[in-house]
């Protein structure tokens, strides 16, 4: 009920949240709110692979920052003549299992960001190329490999230019975009596909950094809609 929320908090009127496990233990709970239609199955696993990756990427700095430390631990025991060997290789062995943790979850998020069933890109907005995208995005583009697609052009897979234009300017305004529904060309094929895709901007490196999805199917279903159906985030939301 509305007694659950403090005074002037923004009225909830349908949510759905996804947990995130390591193993069997729940690590993370996210939850979202007020999507304009109901939550279906498809918005759940999408949700739970984002997230799985943020965990993931977590883990990694996690493990970045032990690996840190621990080397600066080991270069301090170097500086010890009374260490003994024992404790040397002792910390030989700690170094060892922290390279192969870390090793391991780059290898699951590779893993994770290559194979997902979203299409997940970085795209320059001053060259108009593809700087980073996993494979299911380059099958969505028509491209026969992200070897292909990196350094390619995007500029001929939007049906309309003008379209590409419009979203760099919410981009640099706002500094990201969501649930942008746009048509897209498949270059190999020449079909024209719906494309729903969110994206932030990276000032720094001026790219876009985003997942899109093919929704041909689905606006297929529900008829002709609206060219284009946009909610802009703000810069804070980065």
Not at 104 to 122: I, M, P, T
Not at 169 to 183: A, F, K, P
Not at 192 to 204: C, E, P, T, V
Request: proline fraction near 3%; aromatic fraction near 8%; charged fraction near 30%.
């Amino acid at each position: 009920g509305s007694d659950l929320f403090p005074p002037g908090h923004v009225p909830i009127t349908r949510f759905t949240s996804v947990p995130v496990f390591e193993g069997e233990q729940v690590v993370m709970i996210c939850t979202v709110a007020n999507k304009e239609t109901g939550y279906t199955a498809g918005d759940v696993d999408n949700l739970t692979l984002l997230m799985q990756g943020v965990w993931l990427h977590r883990r990694k700095h996690l493990a970045d920052e032990a690996l840190r430390e621990k080397t600066t631990d080991l270069e301090a025991a170097y500086e010890e003549i009374t260490a003994s060997d024992e404790e040397l290789a002792a910390n030989y062995e700690e170094l060892n299992r922290n390279q192969q943790a870390l090793a391991e979850s780059e290898r699951k998020y590779r893993n994770l960001y290559l194979y997902a069933q979203v299409g997940l890109f970085e795209t320059s907005l001053k060259n108009a190329t593809v700087v980073a995208c996993n494979e299911r995005y380059a099958t969505l583009a028509g491209f026969s490999s992200i070897e292909e697609a990196i350094g390619s052009d995007i500029l001929h897979l939007y049906a309309n230019p003008d379209d590409r234009k419009e979203v760099s300017r919410i981009l640099r305004e706002t500094g990201s975009i969501r649930d942008h529904v746009v048509r897209f060309r498949n270059q190999k094929t020449g079909k024209i596909f719906w494309g729903q895709f969110s994206a932030r901007y990276n000032s720094l490196r001026d790219v876009a950094e985003g997942s899109i999805i093919d929704i041909t199917a689905e606006r297929g279903r529900r008829g002709a809609p609206r060219e284009r159906e946009t909610v802009a985030g703000s810069p804070g939301t980065r």
